[in-house]
């Protein structure tokens, strides 16, 4: 009884083993079934996320190269220019712009310090020659320092309106007139360090009047002077002051006004910022931007501007010089151009 007890059980535990192993085997293809489809739904959502992740990457790579591109252009193919090359040739292409431009001069009408001082601060923002048709007016009425430390602000700011942003360059210059008269006895400084500490006076302003006003050798790094300096790769640095010092470091101090004036001269009448007239540029073999601009000569000759596109300069009482050299002076406020 007891051995047939025992064979009955084991027959059982078999049955039991079988049906499981059955079930298990019934089940198995249909998990394997779904975790296929599973994967296979998920499958394409992954592949659409892994290419959106890359479509993003390369997007994002594409926007910093184009960033970068904007602040450094990258140095043409071939052997780097090496620091002496490049001195070598800035120097050069500033004689070359000697030869174009002998009577470069600042292009802003000036008798006196004061006068070019309160004038340039009046440029920011507006042309010379927008400058120029304003002053006569200015000084007229307000001859000194002590008259327009005193002046009547809104009187001024009626006067300086066609500058543009008259309201800041009224007081700007109201109040550099009181600190030259509080400070300086109404008299401009002949020192950098002095000159900055007057309202509305930067560097740029400061080595206008030094190197025009007091023959003080000092770079002006205006709009065009940045732009044609890494146009030309003489520096790929971005701020004012960096500029300088780089390009300072290029030529001996006593070329640095005369410089100033042939390269700001350049980029307002050749080497224009959206389309420059490279085809009729005089420093076009030195350029390593050339061809960006028109190449065609006929073309670019139609592309220049001022007394080299026939037209008249930015100043109402220009140097002799510039008059003999072909030059012709600007138009008063409201008297119509011809331009």
């Known amino acids: 009884m007891k051995k047939a007890a025992v064979k009955k059980a084991a027959a ?10 059955k ?4 089940q198995k293809p249909a998990v394997k079934k779904t975790a296929v489809k599973k994967t296979a739904a998920q499958k394409p959502a ?29 140095q043409p193919a071939g052997k780097p220019e090496s620091p002496a090359a490049l001195v070598r040739r800035a120097r050069r292409i500033n004689r070359e712009l000697a030869e174009v431009y002998p009577y470069a001069h600042p292009e802003l009408d000036f008798e006196n310090p004061f006068q070019l001082l309160v004038a340039t601060v009046l440029s920011a923002q507006t042309t010379d020659l927008r400058v120029n048709q304003t002053t006569p007016t200015l000084f007229a ?39 030259l008269v509080e400070q300086f006895g109404g008299e401009v400084p002949g020192r950098l360090e002095d000159l900055v500490k007057l309202p ?5 302003t400061a080595f206008v009047v030094l190197g025009n006003a007091f023959g003080r050798p000092g770079i002006t790094v205006d709009t065009h002077f940045q732009r044609l300096v890494r146009r030309w790769r003489w520096t790929a640095e971005t701020e004012p002051d960096k500029i300088e010092a780089a390009v300072g470091a290029l030529f001996p101090k006593s070329d640095w006004t005369d410089l100033s004036h042939h390269v700001i001269w350049h980029g307002r009448r050749m080497c224009h910022a959206r389309k420059p007239a490279c085809g009729a540029c005089p420093i076009a ?9 028109e190449t065609d000569p006929e073309k670019a000759r139609k592309l220049l501007k001022y007394e080299k596109g026939g037209f008249p300069g930015q100043r ?9 050299a072909g030059g012709r002076p600007a138009p008063p406020l409201g008297a119509v151009s011809g331009t």
């Open 200 to 204: 509305g006076v930067g560097r740029k």
């Open 46 to 74: 992954v592949k659409k996320a892994a290419v959106e992740k890359t479509a993003a990457k390369k997007t994002a790579a594409k926007k910093a190269a184009v960033e970068k591109a904007a602040v450094e252009k990258p």
């Open 12 to 21: 059982q535990k078999t049955a039991v083993k079988k049906t499981a192993v």
């Open 316 to 324: 109402l009482k220009p140097p002799q010089a510039y008059l003999d």
């Open 23 to 26: 079930k298990t085997a019934a």
């Open 141 to 179: 009425k307000y001859p000194t320092p002590e008259d327009l430390a005193a002046a009547n602000p809104e009187e001024v700011e009626e006067i300086l309106r066609p500058c543009g942003f008259f309201r800041a360059k009224t007081k700007s210059v109201i109040g550099l007139s009181k600190g």
């Open 285 to 293: 073999p030195l350029c390593p931007a050339y061809g960006e601009g």
